[in-house]
């Protein structure tokens, strides 16, 4: 009775990890859609497939117990009844009802088995197929992001594949396909990086409607770096609907992502100081901060003078921007004047609301002051303070008439 018990409880348990197992294999392929979730998925298989394994051995073995105990018993029922020889046939008759039951059950046993473990075969085939199908689509998006910021390159990424123990990621130089790791410069490498979690960003799938980029350009050159700039933020923001928060250290980064993106929502803010309670944010008002940068380097040498000149066009454009985003409530017209420069946007500032005639003209007459196609005449000379003050003051009070300093 002690054997049979035992061969009971391993049937049971069986019972168990079959429902415990067959509840897997229905959550399994849901699970395959998230890249996360792939390798966690093919380690529970080959656990479920090892534990079924087991249990089949222990149920075997549990029930061949059984067999040598009633082998054992046998002989003594038998003397016991042998007397009678009708009673021996009932009950030779009835052991093998006994029997067929379990008979049936352990033959359905491992009939179970041998579908079980088809079907795990099963599974890790499509799982493989679904990894290898995914991470060529995840590669094809990481590749069209790297390309943006290294048009033209020699040796470029090529794409993604599953490994024994990790993702492989591969390179091609002229042609030929190489690991990427070994072969891609520092500058590469952060470019990879860098298209790799934007990826896993701007995938819908994703909840989050901004992306946070903290010193982004580490280790590029100024090609890269403009690349990234000029090329991969617009995308985030035209063609994905990011926001787009970018931190730097770096001056000639911000200005140039101010400079790049003046006919959006832009705002550019500064830490100025750290106290206990965290760091003092103030928004900088890039007119403001122009127009004092203009008014000292126009007193200085001529080097300075001719950047002042170029600052007063650039203030120029600003100026147009912001008092459309203001006056209109809406940033200039996209992409029409999206890399507008301040002689094209003159247009725009007449149909402002408000504007004047008189206005109008004194810009244009700024703007052409400051046209770079004047330093290439013959015999041009930088301005003197004199001739830049009045297109300064002209600035200064536009400035402070529509309110933007």
């Not at 799982?127 to 290294?150: H, I």
């Not at 301040?342 to 402002?352: C, D, H, N």
């Amino acid at each position: 009775m002690t054997e049979l018990e035992a061969f009971k409880a391993a049937r049971a348990a069986d019972k168990t990890l079959l429902d415990e197992a067959i509840e897997f294999l229905d959550t399994s392929v849901a699970l395959l859609e998230i890249p996360d979730k792939i390798a966690a998925v093919v380690a529970k298989a080959a656990t479920v497939k090892d534990r079924v394994n087991g249990a089949a051995t222990g149920t075997l073995q549990a029930f061949q117990g059984y067999q040598q105990a009633w082998k054992e018993l046998e002989p003594k029922l038998s003397a016991l009844i042998s007397s009678d020889a009708f009673v021996a046939r009932i009950d030779a008759v009835g052991k093998t009802l006994k029997l067929e039951p379990k008979i049936r059950l352990l033959d359905r046993y491992e009939k179970v088995l041998e579908e079980s473990q088809e079907l795990i075969r099963s599974v890790e085939s499509e799982m493989q197929t679904r990894q290898a199908a995914l991470l060529n689509t995840r590669g094809a998006e990481v590749k069209a992001l790297y390309d943006r910021l290294n048009r033209g390159a020699d040796v470029v990424f090529d794409s993604m594949e599953p490994g024994t123990d990790s993702m492989k990621l591969n390179a091609t130089s002229f042609g030929t396909k190489m690991p990427a790791a070994a072969n891609l410069s520092e500058c590469q490498l952060n470019c990879l990086g860098l298209s790799m979690w934007l990826m896993r960003a701007t995938t819908p799938a994703s909840p989050f409607g901004f992306i946070l980029l903290d010193d982004p350009v580490q280790s590029m050159d100024d090609d890269h770096t403009e690349a990234f700039i000029a090329d991969v933020v617009p995308h985030l923001l035209d063609d994905h609907g990011k926001q787009v928060i970018v931190l730097s250290h770096v001056k000639r980064i911000t200005e140039r992502l101010r400079e790049l993106n003046g006919s959006r929502a832009l705002k550019v803010y500064h830490y100025d100081s750290y106290a206990r309670g965290g760091p003092a944010i103030t928004e900088q008002i890039a007119v403001q901060k122009l127009l004092t940068e203009i008014k000292g380097a126009a007193k200085g040498n001529e080097e300075n003078r001719a950047y002042a000149v170029d600052r007063i066009r650039v203030l120029s454009e600003r100026f147009i921007r912001e008092l459309h985003l203001q006056i209109m409530g809406v940033p200039a017209p996209s992409p029409t004047y999206d890399r507008a420069s301040a002689k094209e946007l003159l247009p725009l500032f007449q149909t402002i609301t408000g504007t004047l005639p008189s206005e109008h003209a004194g810009l244009r007459d700024t703007v052409h002051f400051c046209d770079p196609a004047h330093h290439t005449q013959v015999g041009y000379a930088v301005p003197t303070l004199p001739n830049i003050q009045p297109h300064i003051s002209r600035l200064e009070t536009f400035l402070k008439k529509y309110g933007l300093i």
